[in-house]
C-alpha cells in the first residue's frame, strides 16, 4: 500500500515536470513566426531555356549561372537547363514564359524590340563601337531605361548578357552596299533589321535560330549576319562562302523570369539568385569576346570560309547607305533614350548627324 502511494507521488511529479517543460508556453507569450523560413525545406525547380548550344556564350552563361544559384542556396534552389530549343523555340519561348511552362529566358534584343520598342536602340546599325560602349551604356542610365521599358505584368528583367558583335555571311563577298542589292538575308524577327537590309537595297525574312542552317542548305535565303561563335558553333561556315568581319550591330540576350514565380520566391532566394546573375553577367562580358576572337581565329586557320576584314573606309560607306534607319526609328524609340545613347559617343555620333541619319 505505502508503494502503491509513493507510485502515485512519483507519477504526479513527472506529469507536472511535462507540463512545465513541454506545455509551459504561457498564453501572454506569442509563439514568434518567421515567414522567411516559410517552405524553405523544399526545393524550388526553375526551368530555362534557351536556343543555342552549351558551348556558346550564352549556353556557357546559363550553365554558369546555375551552377552559383545551387551554390549560394546550398541547392535549395535548382536552374534546370534546357539548351538548343528543346523546349522552345525562340518565336514561341516568351509566351511559354508569360504563361508559366518556363521560367527563365534569354532571348535577344532584336527578339523583344517589337514589344519594348526602347530595346530598338541596340539594334541600331553601328550604334556601339564595341564591347566597353555597351557596358558603360547598361551599367548607367541608359541600362536602367531600357530595364523599365519591360513592362509586361508577368516579365521581369535581370540582366543583359553579350554575345558579341554580328558579322555578315553570304556565298559572295560583301564588300561594299552594292553587293546586298537583290539578295535575300535572314534575320531575327525586328522592324530595324528589316529596315537596315532594305537600306541596302537587300530583301529579309526572320525564321527562327535553329532553323537557319537550313535555309541556308536550301538555299530559302542567300546570306545572314550573326557572331563570330554563333557562326562557328552552328557550323553555318558549310553553308556559306564568304564572311565580312564588319561588327555593324551589337548582339546580346535579356534575361527574364517569370514574374509570379519571382514573387513566390524567399527573400533570401532572391537575393542569392540576384547575386548569381551578376556574376554572370560580369563573366560573360569577358568571356564572350574571347570567345569570338577564338571563333576568328580558328576560322582563318583552318581556312573554312573566306573571311574580309572591313576597312575604314568600307565601313563609313555602310554607315552612309544606313544612316536613315536612325531618322526613321527615333521617335518610335523615344528622346530620352537616344539622348543617353549619344553622351557615350558624341564624335562617333557626329558623322550620322552630318549624313542625315540622326539629328
Same mark, same amino acid.
Given at each position: ?314 565601313? +563609313?560607306? *555602310? /554607315? &552612309?547607305?544606313? $544612316? ?5 526609328? !527615333?521617335?518610335?524609340? @523615344?528622346?530620352?533614350?537616344? +539622348?543617353? *545613347? /549619344? &553622351?557615350?559617343? $558624341? ?5 550620322? !548627324?552630318?549624313?542625315? @541619319?540622326?539629328?
Amino acid at each position: 500500500m505505502k508503494s502503491l502511494g509513493w507510485l502515485i507521488v512519483f507519477l504526479l511529479a513527472g506529469l507536472a515536470i511535462s507540463i512545465a517543460v513541454g506545455f509551459g508556453f504561457s498564453a501572454k507569450e506569442p509563439v514568434h513566426y518567421d515567414a522567411e523560413q516559410e517552405g524553405l525545406d523544399k526545393k524550388v525547380i526553375i526551368r530555362f531555356s534557351h536556343v543555342v548550344a552549351e558551348n556558346t556564350p550564352k549556353g556557357l552563361a546559363v550553365s554558369r549561372f546555375a551552377q552559383l544559384v545551387r551554390e549560394k542556396t546550398d541547392g535549395m534552389v535548382e536552374i534546370r537547363v534546357y539548351p538548343n530549343a528543346t523546349l522552345f523555340d525562340d518565336e514561341k519561348e516568351f509566351q511559354a514564359l508569360q504563361t508559366g511552362k518556363v521560367e527563365m529566358i534569354a532571348p535577344a534584343t532584336s527578339k523583344l524590340s517589337s514589344r519594348y520598342p526602347a530595346w530598338m536602340i541596340m539594334d541600331l546599325p553601328y550604334a556601339f563601337k564595341n564591347e566597353s560602349e555597351v557596358k558603360e551604356a547598361m551599367d548607367g542610365r541608359l541600362g536602367q531605361l531600357l530595364f523599365k521599358a519591360i513592362n509586361d505584368e508577368n516579365i521581369k528583367g535581370l540582366a543583359l548578357w553579350d554575345n558579341g558583335f554580328k558579322q555578315m555571311t553570304a556565298n559572295r563577298p560583301l564588300i561594299d552596299p552594292e553587293d546586298f542589292k537583290q539578295m535575300k538575308f535572314r534575320i531575327m524577327a525586328s522592324t530595324i533589321l528589316q529596315a537596315q537590309f532594305r537600306a541596302l537595297g537587300a530583301k529579309a525574312e526572320s525564321y527562327s535560330f535553329n532553323d537557319l542552317y537550313r535555309q541556308l542548305q536550301f538555299k530559302n535565303v542567300e546570306g545572314e549576319e550573326n557572331t563570330l561563335s554563333n557562326i562557328y558553333s552552328k557550323r553555318l561556315y558549310q553553308v556559306q562562302r564568304h564572311m565580312t568581319v564588319s561588327n555593324h550591330g551589337y548582339l546580346g540576350y535579356i534575361v527574364l523570369i517569370n514574374k509570379t514565380t519571382w514573387d513566390k520566391l524567399s527573400p533570401k532566394q532572391r537575393a542569392a539568385i540576384e547575386s548569381a546573375m551578376a556574376e554572370t553577367t560580369a563573366w560573360i562580358r569577358q568571356y564572350a569576346k574571347k570567345m569570338n576572337d577564338r571563333a576568328l581565329a580558328e576560322m582563318k586557320a583552318k581556312n573554312l570560309i573566306h573571311i574580309h576584314m572591313q576597312t575604314n573606309k568600307e565601313k +563609313e560607306a *555602310w /554607315k &552612309k547607305r544606313l $544612316a536613315p534607319v536612325y531618322y526613321q526609328f !527615333k521617335d518610335t524609340i @523615344g528622346t530620352q533614350v537616344l +539622348e543617353e *545613347w /549619344k &553622351k557615350l559617343g $558624341a564624335d562617333e555620333r557626329a558623322l550620322q !548627324k552630318r549624313s542625315g @541619319g540622326y539629328e
